[in-house]
């Protein structure tokens, strides 16, 4: 008995040092790239360690690319968006967790539908809807879409988690002569608010990182950090120094924001943030 | 403000007298106003512009030209078009390599992750991180390392005699469909795993033990508790992400464009090159809309399964 213990332990550590390997070589390459030299990125002999390392990547990618521009953009649609849609969603999914009236089951469905719906399917409509609009080539345009990806999944995450937080304190609060509404925003948005914070995070994350509408409304014009990232790829020999740092970059506030939004994960979010 | 600076008008004892039927009006009412805002968006941004591309695919529209009805003429020109049928077989070959993988190695994943480990946390959280940093990053990291020139795959490969000459990832039929779903397999299998973990996790443990008491050996044990308990969540799993990798667009568009010789070609990147390099609007929707029917399927699946398990 105690042999196979030992035995199924150490496959089981092996199997997790696999795939620690797998999930974080990529990650380290990213990294190691970022700080080489550009004379050593195409070395026929790729160092697998930092040998000289150097802020060169990091200081091109500021100098000699409009990095700093897409930053700026992809972070001022991300806020917009993700704050506008929690304050949009979070008004929905109380009324579908709380109250009773009619259709609410069917909203509730349609709303599920639609986060399920892939932007494949949508993305030449609502780059027709753009452009009637006037909005295509600007980021705008991305404000008005990106609610489409981020709408639905906030109002299905917050419904659900809404409907998980006890009923009482809001009587409470009503028998104490608050409004409906008053006793929404005075003591189910604080109750609720690590499942808010962290819808929000996942949110803005989804608009930092979109690429295909993007890439469909903004037409080369004005860009997000990841159609000017893409872009960069033009020659033979890409510089794949200054790539990685923008990677490195793009990648780390999204790290920290999940992690911090990762202690407030409840069931229901796990569902969040595949979409793409 | 605090509760207590809100108005005190309205006492239990009154409220109480208040009919039943009065406060149901009013919360049905402010419930309508409450998700209005949303609906309506959705409405505008999501369904209309759907319906009426619907609509537009049933006319020869190109960018910057006004469409004339041409009736069903969009799809029985694909269903003549070789390169369509390609890419339908593409996006299954595709989809079906991708879940089938990702579901597997999901399944790893999270029987390793549900034992007792040493900092058990630090790892979740770095098995984790392949699915949080953007895809873009993830594409643009794999093409350089598939790259032959500098790409590290090829290198390390050789050193350790896996081969004997250099793989070209992304220039042959073959390698570039691997290529491809190797990458989303990287980016996609926490997803799966996460999601079984917790499913695995909410088996009480007296289960096994009392299995084991009767003497059921891993695989018994296995296959009579931990599948059947899993079912449901490995099932809404591998719906969702189909629903997704049947329309994945980034990864293949960034790392071959559908090539070589539309070996790649999937349904986004066909209606991609169709919409904007042919500027044939019209037909680009039609090819969108031919995946439609499986769509509807598995999103009406993925909606039972998930209200279910709500109620």
Known sequence: MKARHRVSQFVTYALLAIMLVIALFPIYWIFITSIKPSAQIYALVPSLWPTNPTGIGYTNLFEKTEFVAWVFNSAIVAIIVSASSIFLSSLAAYALARFQFAGREFIGMLILVAYLLPPALLFIPLYILVTRLGLAQSIVGLVFVYPTITVPYATWVLTSYFRSLSVDFEEAAMIDGCSRLGALRHVTLPLAGPGVVATFIFAFTLCWSEYLYALVILSGQTQTIPIGLAGLIVADVPKWNEIMAGAMITSIPVVILYTVASRYIVSGLTLGGVKG | ?311
């Open chain 2, 1 to 311: 403000m605090s509760i207590s600076d809100t108005s005190v008008s309205s006492p239990l004892v009154k409220r109480s007298w208040k009919s039943r039927f009065d406060l149901d009006q009013q919360t049905a009412f402010l419930g309508l106003v409450l998700v209005s805002p949303v609906v309506v968006y959705l409405l505008i941004a999501q369904a209309y512009p759907f319906a009426s591309a619907a609509f537009t695919s049933f006319t020869d529209k190109r960018i910057g030209v006004p469409g004339e009805f041409i009736g069903l003429g969009n799809y029985l020109e694909l269903a003549k078009t070789p390169l369509f049928w390609q890419a339908a077989r593409n996006s299954v070959l595709f989809t079906a390599l991708a879940i089938i993988t990702k579901l597997i190695l999901g399944m790893i994943m999270a029987l390793v992750l549900n034992q007792k480990l040493v900092l058990q946390n630090l790892w979740r959280a770095l098995l984790f991180l392949p699915w949080t940093i953007p895809t873009i990053v993830t594409v643009l990291t794999f093409q350089w390392m598939y790259s032959s020139t500098g790409g590290v795959f090829n290198y390390l490969l050789l050193q350790t005699d896996v081969i004997q000459r250099p793989i070209d990832w992304l220039g042959t039929p073959m390698n570039a469909m691997i290529s491809v779903v190797l990458v989303n397999v990287w980016r996609g299998t926490p997803f799966f795993g996460i999601s079984l973990l917790g499913g695995l996790q909410a088996i009480p443990a007296e289960q096994y033990e009392a299995a084991q008491i009767d003497g059921a050996n891993v695989w018994q044990r296995y296959w009579y508790i931990t599948l059947p308990a899993i079912r449901d969540v490995a099932l809404l799993v591998t719906i969702v992400s189909t629903i997704w990798t049947l329309n994945d667009f980034q990864i293949i568009w960034v790392l071959t464009r559908g090539g070589p010789a539309n070996t790649t070609q999937v349904f986004s990147t066909l209606t991609y090159t169709t919409a904007f390099l042919n500027l044939d609007l019209g037909l680009a929707i039609a090819i969108s809309l031919a995946a439609v029917p499986f769509l509807v399927i598995l999103i009406w699946w993925a909606t039972r399964y998930v209200l279910r398990r709500e109620s």
